[in-house]
């Protein structure tokens, strides 16, 4: 017992009449059915199986030994006789991905010599493997357009998409790309004459249907090439989206769309530049400011400072210029979210311990005896410190 599946001499079928051979739960499987069922890296139709006052949904579809199973919202018996309607929009651009998925195949094999290994059609993005020679794992970007180039001008060109069932005999003769993975039964897909594959899955009559194709990405798997792609509508979809937001970018640039990176790049080297102005005239501030905290304290030249505006990298700045002096101890502290950041240190010659020093102010932290950080609820720290030396 099989299922006569309607989709392999008519893709188009969108509804068809039928009667419930098995009916096991809520799985029904029909004399014939129009639906499609995961397989082939292709996923299901979803629809409608409709008896006399019954409107079963029909949520998934599998085959298993060529039975076609209809997994239903409710059960119904064997026997009833159903009208199958399919969600074409949906069957459609899953056509669209799945031609997609051939066209981009033959292509890479006749340019590259790429053997495509698995394809899958997946709710946002298709993809196909590939093991290409010598291990490639990805296209160039003048690769890709110029698989992209050959791909959409076939499908503008609008070649004739051939489905059928040939004798062993003219199997034989045929010039498929890769060898079929079933020997009886082989059903082959012929797109214009320059791809021919076995293939069971449901695509469009003509490659303009499949209306526009668009690489998003080659990366390595497993070993192989996984090329991401995009057909039909998703692909328009895509483009709508991409361009919207180029013209968003390049609005806010000040220039046309195709001078955007160029007047990105210039706006982040301006904005690193004055940074590192910013950055420098801070610590000037920094120093000036540390340079008034001078006292001596014992023998020793003492800054301590608080200095609410810098940050961790200006104080270190500011204490490695100071300790350049000999006998010298540099105290500083900065703003920090809950409290404020600590630096201790001291030039080479002069004895005290940094570190103790601010744990014996009451800080948090460490680290040598030359140079010690760490942090505190506030800046009374400093006059803590300055009233232990
Ligand atoms: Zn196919």
């Known amino acids: 017992m099989k299922t006569n599946r309607l989709y392999y001499t008519n893709a188009y079928l969108t509804e068809f009449d039928a009667t419930i051979i098995l009916s096991e739960g809520s799985c029904v499987a029909l004399d014939q059915s129009a639906f499609y069922p995961t397989s082939g890296g292709q996923p299901n139709d979803t629809g409608f199986l409709i008896a006399e006052n019954i409107r079963a949904r029909v949520n998934d579809v599998t085959v298993e030994n060529d039975i076609v199973w209809h997994h239903l919202d ?13 969600d074409w929009p949906r069957r459609f651009e899953h056509m669209q991905q799945h031609a997609g998925d051939h066209i981009i195949a033959g292509a890479i094999w006749e340019t590259f010599r790429g053997v495509t290994i698995g394809l899958h059609t997946g709710q946002a993005e298709s993809s196909i493997d590939v093991t290409m020679p010598e291990g490639k794992t990805h296209l160039t970007d003048e690769e890709t357009a110029q698989i992209e180039n050959l791909v959409n001008s076939r499908i503008q060109q609008n070649h004739p998409i051939r489905c059928w069932f040939p004798d062993e ?5 045929l010039p498929i790309r890769k060898k079929p993975t079933v020997s009886e039964n082989v059903r082959i897909v012929a797109m214009g004459d320059f791809e021919m594959v076995a293939c069971g899955g449901a695509h469009p009559s003509t490659t303009g249907q499949i209306g526009l194709v668009k690489i998003l990405s080659t990366a390595p798997s497993r070993g192989n090439m996984r090329l991401t792609f995009l057909a039909g509508m998703r692909a328009l979809h895509h483009y709508q989206a991409s ?16 001078a955007a990176p160029a007047a990105l790049e210039k706006l982040l ?3 690193a530049s004055s940074l590192k102005d910013m950055q420098s005239r801070l610590m000037q501030a920094a120093l000036h400011t540390v340079l008034q905290s001078k006292t001596m304290i014992k023998d020793k030249t003492v800054y301590a400072c608080h200095l609410p505006y810098a940050d961790a990298a200006s104080l270190q700045q ?9 006998n010298t101890l540099v105290l500083l502290s900065c703003q920090r979210d809950n409290g404020c950041l600590l630096l201790f240190a001291r030039s080479a010659d002069a004895q005290t311990d940094m570190a103790a020093l601010l744990r014996n102010a009451g800080a948090r932290g460490g680290g040598k005896p030359d140079f010690a950080q760490g942090s505190a609820p506030d800046e009374s720290v400093l006059q803590t410190a300055l009233s232990l030396l």
Do not use: F, M
């Open 74 to 86: 409710q059960p119904l018996p064997a026997g009833t006789k159903v009208h199958g309607v399919i």
């Open 169 to 173: 005999k003219e199997l034989e003769t």
């Open 243 to 258: 361009y919207k937001c180029a013209r968003e970018i390049s609005a806010r640039l000040s220039s046309d769309v195709y």
């Open 269 to 271: 080297d301006a904005n």
């Open 318 to 326: 500011a204490a490695k210029a100071l300790i350049a002096e000999e």
